[in-house]
């Protein structure tokens, strides 16, 4: 109720988004005439064959689609025309009655579908603007795949079967601006599917007109079509794909790409992969050392913080098992205190040591002396590097299981480090090169046909030495002084701090 | 070097004591011993001087606000200065914290110093008062009770 007092217009913006979008979709026509055959001189001679169409279907018809079929039937009439010169190709009569004697006869069977990609944060942002009409709906990227089965049966006159064609094709679609109120994008794939599927078939008739004459009786005028249709030069002339492609679908171990070819603005957008948010969570370390005169690395001070925030990245989901490689850009930042190792002074003293009483000479007011020195510390990296590992993917076309491990190297950073350091507040900025990397694994799982994907993500990441602007002092452990004969904690200046972090993150993905 | 009248008084008090309630002869304490103060703090490779003195105090009470500095020049480490003590006086001694601010370090009580020969050694984080082994007094006496050369003065120049 108060999202609806507040925000009226978000509220009738996302209903008319969603009415739109839900609508919309379903309005393209799935049956649409292709344009017409190409002519071809070398068509195949059957002319004393005459050819009846039993039976033309189309599942799943929508009212809209009931009156395309007959349409859809002629023209595919006409390819086989093109194709091979029957004596005639002739429709049933009225109440399926058949009007004279046909040598073949043709039960054709048609299974259009499509699917639809959208992105949920372009579709909102696109309804947003219902002060302004004309900018609703402005930039929906819509892309997705229109694709048929068509299934011819040839038998004789007493309805032996004399030759079965199976073939399955699909043409892909995309579309930017005003993509909620248009639909011929769509149905122009499904024109490109129906003729590629009526060309193949009626070629592959073509081929097969010797054999089907001589099964019936009758013998072939001319037959030099054979396979030159389908020669790879006609296949280039089709924009659409044809594909064979198993029927069911079982879970089982992805070692191939099912990622389509190259095409189109949308192979583009996918060179990005996806748009990936993640919340997360963790805990990070910073660290100051020095090297003794062993060359052995003592740490000085430390701190720890957590860390929790929310990151925007490109990923894109594991399509195939085996071994990955990606380039990354990314950005760290932490703020954390670090402070000096506290001792008790109390096992160090000695009989005739006297302890001093500590206070701020400006103010007079008692400190701590034992108390740590503390040191504010900003830490940025904008990093740009490599990822790599090896990531199993199991599931099917629209399901995936994945996990992963991985290493990865930061080779060019941008590095910041602030240090506040009492009345010092000093920066350091510069270019640094393979100073930072990674480690970590995840695990999710993706639906591809609905382009999400949601994973954790488990990963340490290792910063060396931010160098400080200047020297900083530090304490070092206590050591004792035999000149001195004294326990004493000796200066020592360090030059640059370590961040260790290790993070767990949740992280849901728009796959493009 | 002045004396509160309580400080005299005090010191006065303790003569007469020594003198009129004991058989023996015991030792008086010098007034105002001289009083070697020697900067001992740890130095670094990288900054030798970031422990060094920057001001010196002798005072009486814990408080040493708007005393005068003892100090001329701050005090390096591993150099000593020779200063006026005062019987029953606290020493602050003040130098960087490791954040570059200040910090103060004051003795936690009144120093005794019996003569001259006596040298308060600056730590990092303690006071020692050390007597010379070396040392002669004016009137020529010996310093020293056993003779040894421990190292418990400043060596020469340091």
């Known amino acids: ?512 | 070097m002045r004396h509160s009248i309580t400080e005299r008084a005090a010191f006065v008090l303790i003569a007469m004591v020594s003198t009129t309630c004991s058989d023996e002869q015991l030792p008086t304490l010098p007034l105002n011993p001289q009083l070697t103060v020697w900067n001992r703090c740890s130095k670094s490779p990288d900054n030798p001087n970031f422990y060094e003195l920057l001001h010196l105090y002798c005072h009486a009470g814990e408080a040493y606000a708007n005393l005068a500095d003892l100090l001329s020049q701050p005090l390096a480490v591993g150099d000593e200065t020779v200063i006026e003590f005062n019987q029953g006086n606290f020493i602050t001694v003040v130098r960087r914290r490791n954040t570059g601010q200040q910090i103060a370090l004051t003795t936690r009580s009144g120093l005794a110093v019996p003569d001259d020969c006596y040298t308060l050694e600056v730590f990092d984080d303690a006071f020692r008062l050390v007597r010379r082994d070396n040392c002669m007094l004016d009137d020529g006496s010996p310093n020293g009770d056993d003779g040894s050369d421990a190292d418990d003065g400043p060596p020469p120049g340091d």
């Open chain 1, 1 to 512: 109720m108060l999202f609806t007092q507040q925000h009226p217009c978000v509220l009738t913006g996302c209903l008319i988004a969603l009415f739109v979008t839900v609508s919309a979709t379903g309005c393209a026509h799935r049956v649409v005439v292709p344009p017409p055959p190409k002519s071809y001189d070398r068509a195949t001679e059957l002319s004393g064959v005459d050819l009846v169409i039993d039976e033309f279907y189309v599942e799943d018809l929508s009212s809209g689609d009931k009156a395309a079929v007959k349409a859809l039937r002629r023209s595919f009439t006409d390819y086989l025309r093109e194709s091979v010169r029957f004596g005639s190709i002739n429709q049933l009569g009225d109440h399926g009655a058949y009007l004279g004697e046909y040598n073949l006869h043709v039960d054709v069977r048609i299974a259009p579908s499509h699917t639809t990609g959208r992105t949920v944060v372009f579709d909102a942002l696109a309804a947003l603007p219902v002060i302004v009409p004309p900018l609703v709906g402005l930039f929906v990227p819509v892309w997705g795949q229109a694709r048929a089965e068509l299934e011819v049966r040839v038998t004789d006159a007493d309805h032996r079967l004399l030759a079965e064609y199976h073939r399955t094709a699909y043409d892909r679609y995309w579309c930017l601006f005003y993509s909620w109120y248009r639909t011929q994008y769509i149905e122009d794939a499904y024109a490109d599917v129906y003729e590629a599927l009526f060309t193949s078939v009626s070629f592959e008739m073509a081929r097969d007109a010797p054999r089907l004459a001589k099964a019936i009786g009758a013998e072939p005028d001319h037959s030099s079509v054979a396979s030159a249709p389908l020669s790879p030069a006609h296949r280039n002339d089709w924009r659409t794909t044809l594909a064979t492609e198993p029927r069911g679908e079982e879970l089982r171990l992805i070692t191939e790409s099912a990622s389509p070819p190259f095409d189109g603005f949308y192979s583009y957008l996918k060179l990005l992969g996806g748009l990936e948010v993640a919340a997360f969570t963790g805990f990070a370390e910073v660290a100051s050392s020095y090297e003794d005169e062993y060359g052995k690395p003592v740490k000085v001070a430390a701190g720890s913080a957590t860390q929790q925030g929310f990151r925007i990245a490109l990923y894109s989901a594991p399509k195939k098992t085996g071994f990955f490689w990606y380039p990354v850009v990314g950005f760290v930042w932490q703020d954390v205190a670090i402070g000096e190792f506290r001792d008790s002074w109390d096992n160090y003293y000695q009989p005739e040591d006297i302890e001093p009483i500590c206070s701020d000479p400006d103010t007079g007011e008692n400190l701590d002396c034992g108390a740590p020195n503390v040191y504010e510390l900003s830490m940025r990296s904008g990093y740009a590097g490599l990822r790599g590992g090896w990531e199993l993917a199991v599931g099917h076309s629209w399901f995936v299981f994945f996990a992963s491990v991985s290493l990865g190297i930061n080779l060019l950073e941008f590095r910041s480090l602030r240090a506040v350091v009492g009345t010092d507040d000093a920066t350091e900025t510069g270019f640094d090169f393979v100073r930072s990397g990674a480690v970590g694994g995840t695990v999710g799982v993706s639906f591809p046909k609905a382009h999400l994907a949601l994973r954790l993500i488990f990963e340490g990441e290792l910063y060396r030495e931010f160098e400080y602007a200047h020297e900083i002092p530090f304490k070092g452990p206590p050591a004792y002084n035999s000149d001195k004969q004294i326990v004493e904690r000796p200066l020592r200046f360090v030059q640059a701090a370590s961040l260790h972090s290790f993070v767990m993150q949740t992280a849901l993905a728009f796959v493009f």
